[in-house]
């Protein structure tokens, strides 16, 4: 089994790495605009300008501001407000390899057309959501974590009243894996997506849990963490064991599988390194890690 994350330790620049300057300079680029804008307006009041001058087409006002709302969507393609190492609301960005951003707002804006016409009133909340996050992403980014709180609690209520078990899973791809909704099929947590792939089989009472892969280029952001702790509480929701073997595929030295060990013992599973990595855990043996 792997995580796909690439240890810290590695000399290598990792593609996170890239992922978390783009962010930083997507950040840079919103603040510079703001802070045009209110020189502007400075500006213009020490120079005596009329309020409504200054507000028509063309005007300084009107360029920094239109550059600044330009910019507001580079913080969701980059992921700004997201903590670095921490799967969350905010968190994702920009997929070379795909040529398009994972972020909430494409999320909602996606189930927001396939669900519209069917649900109205359930969309409408998405669209409400998917405004705020762009709205919080800036305030998020300098410290203000309140309002990745209340993005995560809005989020969570939607994505209990999704329609359907495909608008649930999409939607709970941008939640802490401690807050996915376990479903009542265990088995839908198999995938194989852009995002990541998950295999596993299940045998009476026992899941044989065989990799966790992350996209290459969001490895390092907390994504397979926040997969693996969904199966977990799945798992204990549904009262299996789950199995498996530590076979790492991001790295071909030898601290790849004392790594994935602890990454694995973190999450409650006992493991015997001396014996081909096997790992298991039993249910409920990580404390709170009941479904929610």
């Known amino acids: 089994m792997s995580e796909g994350q690439t240890p810290p330790a590695d000399l290598v620049r990792r593609p996170v790495d890239e992922l978390l300057e783009r962010r930083q300079q997507a950040l840079c680029n919103y603040l510079d605009a703001s802070a045009d ?39 969701a393609v980059h992921g700004v407000g997201a903590d670095d190492h921490r799967w969350g609301v905010l968190s994702g960005g920009f997929v070379r390899s795909l040529g398009a951003p994972l972020c909430l707002e494409d999320t909602l804006a996606e189930v ?7 649900h109205p009133h359930w969309t409408r909340r998405l669209e409400a959501l998917a405004r705020a996050t762009g709205e919080a992403r800036p305030m998020a980014a300098v410290g203000d974590r ?23 899973q999409r939607l ?9 909704p376990v479903p009542s099929d265990i088995e839908s947590l198999r995938r194989d997506d852009r995002l990541a792939e998950v295999v596993f089989d299940i045998y009476a009472d ?9 996209n290459p280029e969001l490895r390092g952001t907390g994504l397979g963490t926040a997969i693996l702790q969904h ?5 204990d929701a549904h009262h299996l064991c789950i199995v498996g073997q530590l076979v790492p595929t991001f790295r071909d030295d030898d601290s790849a599988v004392p790594v994935l060990a602890k990454w694995c013992r973190h999450h409650g599973f006992s493991v015997n390194e001396r014996l081909g990595g096997r790992i298991v855990r039993t249910p409920m043996s990580v404390p709170g ?4």
């Open 146 to 168: 309140a309002v990745v709180a209340d993005l995560t609690e809005d989020l969570l209520a939607i994505t209990r009243s999704a329609p359907d078990e495909a608008a649930r």
């Open 289 to 292: 890690a009941a479904a929610m």
């Open 231 to 235: 199966l977990c509480r799945a798992a």
């Open 172 to 180: 709970s791809d941008h939640l802490p894996g401690v807050l996915r």
């Open 37 to 75: 804008i209110a020189g502007t307006r400075i500006r213009a009041n020490l120079n005596g300008w009329q309020k409504w001058l200054g507000r028509l087409p063309g005007s300084p006002i009107a360029r920094a501001t239109a550059r600044r709302d330009a910019l507001m969507r580079d913080l």
């Open 206 to 214: 026992t899941i044989k849990l065989d990799n966790i892969t992350v």
């Open 112 to 118: 927001t057309e396939r669900y519209g016409a069917e």
